[in-house]
């Protein structure tokens, strides 16, 4: 029996205004999931491991500017998502800023 890896990346926007995914945004809107999609992938050890899991990347307002904070159901999963999300920070800033979204949702599924 083959082992099939399913990964969902679902994004789930917390946006301030209801017209940010409106049709003028839609270049923008995927632009947001493609990065992510692009730079964080599901790792290795969570295969071997089969762990599944939700990391949320909120993007929240600090004393020296925007700051990405990472909560998770899965410890090791949200330590790699935290890793990826430091390796990329400035244009993740960026994307969310664009789409006026303030959270991104990121599930990792293991499905034998």
Request: hydrophobic fraction near 40%.
């Amino acid at each position: 029996m083959k082992t099939k890896i399913l990964v969902l990346a679902s994004l789930l926007l917390a946006a301030s205004a209801s017209g940010a995914l409106a049709k003028g945004k839609g270049r923008e809107a995927s632009g947001l999931s493609e990065l992510v999609k692009k730079e964080i992938s599901y790792p290795g050890f969570a295969i071997e491991k089969k762990l599944t899991g939700v990391v949320d990347v909120y993007l929240v307002e600090g004393e020296n500017g925007p700051e990405l904070v990472t909560t998770g159901t899965e410890p090791e999963l949200r330590l790699y998502v935290e890793k990826r999300v430091s390796a990329i920070e400035d244009k993740l800033v960026d994307a969310l800023k664009k789409e006026n979204a303030r959270h991104y949702r990121l599930t990792f599924r293991y499905v034998r």
